[in-house]
């Protein structure tokens, strides 16, 4: 992040403040100089938890992320039990970049530690490191007999996701889980990961079903609020998540709202890094005097949203606490083109104010199945149950509610990249840990770049923020790890084939954000030009493998397959082997009873239960639900010995 001479000043100033009340905070005064300042916290602490005896000594990574208020809250909480001593731990980057937010967010209220990241090794007397997963953070700085566990960003993020693609496979030993693990096969992450890349103290990683924080609080304030159905609440993402047309979007559908419901306030929640948006901040100016419009923004929105008779949002979410919550549904608006509206889906006002109506008239009971005990583990004792299994953890013991995933770790680097690099999907966490144990190595830079880039052309249009985040970190990357090792001809060579396809997608996604071009971007541009593409052309030559759904490293042997699934991948799966011919294709089942009977490239789509009729291998043609798939199959009778998926 790039600060202009004056946020850069005020930033220190800020940066300042806060060392200088953390050390007023432990009595000590603060030296002339900040690493003199920083030294003496650090000693503080260390001696701190060390003579901190017959306690749970737990630290929490703080890194600034939109979920990063859910691992306040457990901070906060853990704090009251006197059997556990806390301390937040900030690398001294994010406090110089990010001052203002570590004094809004409230971390100061808690034992805080600001320190260099290489410092992390010497908290040794931690038994228990708390860490938010991630798009790229990882550290190699962690003592290693301290346990890692890792916290999910939100209650819909499956376990899957969180080993993969937020890297949890490679630093952390346990995950708290929201929701209970329904996916029994153990091995089912096994041979995909390094061992001289996994940052956690144990070869495995166990799914322990802890439940949800704010969950617990969410209910708590509902039983308690007086003004329940009262409000329609208008809820956005992240922009950078939603769709380009939302932003136009924004001021119709407030002023629909106050219009066509005069009975209930509108409760206006933003993404709080998006609240000076042009367009946000119009709306916000334009209905500041309406007494039923509310701007939404305290750093939680539960207070705001036990109001809610219903949450109108522009993008499903696999789940929400909202509707968890008070049993109140949500509904998916997007007035754009049918071609690209999720079934489901509201596409007019009219059918807004239709739907919005019924529910209005209705009893919560008839509008949604509030939260029970499958959906939410713990509901209500979370925290409690955390602290009452703490010392399993400590003594590692699995209790049997506990999913331990076996991980079978690669001893080879070189050779578990080589595999990711000719896949299709993206391995970022991976190669971003490769490039971060061995910063020499120029390659693992490019490595890191290629995955990063893995967008996919509808990523360009359904979600073009997240995209240019990917694309820019690339950049960052492969210019660090030049200037680093001063590989200029490695990066005009990298420009060439990669590069300036990258700059010229992050141009084009400026262009649909109304986003600035950074001035480093403009200036590679003018040096190495630019190119545009669909997507970012691969410098890996990519295939689909077929791997047993027990180990990343056994390939499935030659001869004929049926296919589970018939969607993009299938497709691209038949077209492949029409080329190459290892694989005969001999049937395709789905799950959609819509698809069945159906004709696809040359096979009748059948039903699943047609599997066990056949001894032949399946290969189940998903990335985002194969162990879901799994389980099922596993479930009406197929051996798993059959079973694999493609890579």
Not at 634 to 642: A, E, K, T, W
Request: proline letters at 4%; hydrophobic letters at 40%; a neutral charge.
């Amino acid at each position: 992040m790039m600060l202009d001479k004056k946020s850069d000043a005020e930033h220190r100033s800020l940066f300042d403040e806060i060392i200088a009340a953390l050390l007023t905070k432990i009595g000590l005064a603060k030296p002339a100089d900040n690493q003199a300042a920083l030294s003496e916290l650090l000693s503080y602490y260390t001696q701190h938890l060390s003579s901190a005896k017959n306690k749970i000594k737990c630290g929490f990574w703080v890194q600034r992320n939109a979920a990063m208020n859910h691992m306040f809250d457990l901070i906060r909480s853990l704090k009251e039990y006197d059997q556990i001593e806390v301390l937040a731990i900030v690398e001294i980057d994010e406090a110089t970049i990010h001052p203002q937010w570590l004094l809004e967010s409230k971390w100061l209220d808690v034992p805080i530690l600001v320190c260099r990241e290489k410092d992390f090794q010497q908290l040794g007397a931690l038994d228990i490191v708390f860490i938010q997963e991630s798009n790229f953070e990882i550290s190699f700085n962690w003592p290693s007999h301290v346990k890692r566990i890792g916290c999910q960003h939100g209650i819909d993020v499956k376990l899957s996701k969180t080993l993969n693609e937020y890297g949890g496979g490679l630093e952390f030993d346990y995950i708290l889980s929201a929701r209970p693990d329904r996916c029994r096969n153990k091995r089912g992450y096994a041979g995909y990961l390094p061992k001289a890349l996994r940052q956690a103290s144990g070869d495995s990683v166990i799914s322990v079903p802890f439940g949800s924080i704010k969950f617990d609080t969410f209910y708590q304030a509902y039983r308690q609020c007086s003004q329940k159905n009262t409000a329609i609440i208008y809820h956005l993402s992240n922009l950078a998540l939603e769709g380009t047309w939302v932003v136009e979007q924004i001021a119709p559908t407030v002023t629909f709202l106050l219009s066509n419901f005069t009975e209930h306030k509108i409760v206006f929640r933003p993404f709080p890094e998006d609240v000076t948006h042009p367009k946000i901040a119009a709306v916000v100016k334009r209905f500041s005097n309406e007494a039923r419009f509310i701007f939404s923004q305290a750093p939680s929105y539960i207070d705001d949203y036990c109001r809610g008779v219903a949450m109108v949002c522009h993008r499903q979410y696999e789940s929400h606490l909202y509707s968890l919550v008070t049993g109140n549904p949500m509904l998916v608006f997007q007035p754009v083109d049918k071609n690209l509206t999720k079934e489901g889906a509201i596409s007019s006002l009219d059918d807004l104010k239709k739907r919005l109506n019924a529910i209005i008239g209705k009893p919560t009971s008839e509008n949604t199945q509030p939260y029970h005990n499958t959906v939410i583990c713990n509901p209500g004792n979370s925290v409690g149950y955390l602290v009452d299994n703490l010392h399993h953890i400590l003594n590692g013991v699995t209790l049997p509610e506990w999913q331990e995933y076996t991980l079978d770790l690669v001893e080879s680097v070189d050779i578990c990249l080589k595999q990711h690099q000719e896949s299709y999907q993206p391995f970022n966490k991976l190669a971003l840990a490769a490039w971060e144990k061995h910063p020499d190595k120029v390659r693992y830079a490019f490595i890191a770049a290629e995955s990063l880039s893995r967008r996919t052309e509808r990523e360009f249009v359904v979600n073009p923020g997240l995209a240019l985040l990917y694309l820019r970190k690339a950049l960052s990357v492969v210019l660090s790890a030049s200037q680093r090792n001063d590989a200029d001809e490695k990066l005009a060579s990298w420009m060439a084939r990669q590069g300036t396809f990258i700059l010229g997608a992050i141009e084009q996604l400026c262009n649909r954000l109304e986003a600035p071009v950074h001035e480093t971007e403009k200036a590679l541009i003018q040096k190495f030009g630019k190119k545009v593409a669909p997507s970012i052309p691969s410098l890996f030559e990519q295939k689909l493998s077929v791997k047993s759904c027990h180990n990343g490293q056994l390939i499935a042997k030659a001869g004929n397959v049926v296919l589970y699934g018939s969607g993009d991948l299938a497709r691209r799966f038949i077209a492949q082997q029409k080329k190459v011919k290892v694989y005969d294709v001999i049937g395709v089942v789905d799950s959609s009873p819509s698809r069945h009977g159906c004709k696809f490239e040359g096979f009748i789509i059948q039903q699943p239960s047609e599997l066990n009729k056949l001894d032949t291998p399946i290969v189940i043609c998903s990335w985002a639900f194969s162990q879901e798939i799994y389980s099922s199959l596993c479930q009406i009778g197929v051996s798993r010995d059959r079973l694999y998926k493609l890579f």
